[in-house]
């Protein structure tokens, strides 16, 4: 069996129509592995998720764009997303893994390639977080370029972190509704941090991942969608975190899109689905 009828094996199509020029902001591409391998210091090892899988997922969803984000197991050897982004550089961007290694002519390797952010992981199940030092000369390569940093939390953190978080020089977005638990409520500690960095321009954040916060029907995500849309229309994201690495369960993207329209209006989807990513990423 293939990793593409794998991936297709149990899957129905949503029944909510997601508008034209759709883009999923946050999905990944592992492998396979024969071609990409995975990086040795990798904290887990994911089945080969290749990019016929994803975009047999997007034509079935009926999304149109994507931006590809590098993923923590293939470290900072961006090929596959590369080379994902090279199959239709139209349809994709990706966000990449760096380090103090990168010298100019890699960054202006990542941009000619669809590149447009670097994402940066503090959650501990993935590894100790970054080292700061290396963070912040990775932001000051990243300024020239219109680049952004993607930040991925944990819930408790977010606080802590938001002075960091307003010093940047650069655009950031903040992963999954920055993990804040659906048990917790709207009105958990980590959703008023969120909604206090929120209030800086320069701060996105992704309405993804309501199957890292709740589980099926994902009920309890939606209250916390609402508000993050609802404070800042035009700053928010939305992703299918396709093939899900980690997970808690076997999440079925059509039910993750259904939920769509429980988070806003006609008009916040398209800001949410359309209009804001294609702005961030430059789809023309």
């Known amino acids: ?3 593409v009828t794998q991936a297709q094996k149990g899957r129905r199509r949503p029944h909510f129509k997601l508008p034209p020029l759709t883009c999923d902001t946050h ?11 995975y990086a040795p ?20 969803l009926g999304i149109q764009r994507a931006v590809i984000v590098q993923a923590t197991c293939h470290g900072t050897d961006n090929a596959a997303m590369l080379d994902s982004i090279a199959s239709d550089p139209k349809r994709y961007r990706g966000v990449a893994r760096v380090d103090d290694s990168f010298i100019d ?11 447009r952010g670097v994402r940066f992981v503090f959650v501990r199940h993935l590894g100790n977080g970054p080292d700061m030092g290396m963070f912040h000369r990775v932001m000051d390569r990243i300024k020239d370029l219109g680049w952004h940093v993607v930040l991925y939390f944990n819930a408790p953190d977010i606080a802590p972190m938001s002075e960091m978080m307003r010093k940047l020089r650069v655009p950031f977005v903040i992963d999954h509704m920055g ?13 008023g941090a969120l909604l206090e960095v929120a209030k800086d321009e320069r701060c996105w954040i992704k309405v993804s991942g309501a199957e890292r916060i709740s589980m099926p029907p994902y009920d309890e995500a939606i209250p916390i969608a609402q508000r993050l ?14 093939p899900h690495p980690n997970a808690t369960h076997e999440a079925n993207e059509a039910e993750l899109v259904d939920l769509l329209p429980r ?3 006609a008009a916040a989807l398209k800001m949410l689905l359309v209009d804001n990513p294609a702005r961030l990423y430059g789809f023309v």
């Open 1 to 3: 069996m293939t990793d």
């Open 27 to 37: 999905c990944h591409v592992f492998g396979p592995q024969a071609r990409f391998p």
């Open 41 to 60: 210091e990798r904290t887990y090892t994911p089945a080969d998720a290749p990019k016929e899988a994803l975009r047999a997922l997007h034509d079935e």
């Open 105 to 115: 002519r890699d960054y202006q390797r990542l941009h000619d390639g669809g590149v």
């Open 179 to 191: 993990r804040a638990m659906g048990k917790d409520g709207p009105d958990q500690p980590a959703v």
């Open 229 to 242: 849309m609802q404070a800042t229309p035009d700053r928010v994201l939305w992703g299918t975190d396709f």
């Open 263 to 265: 988070y806003g209006d």
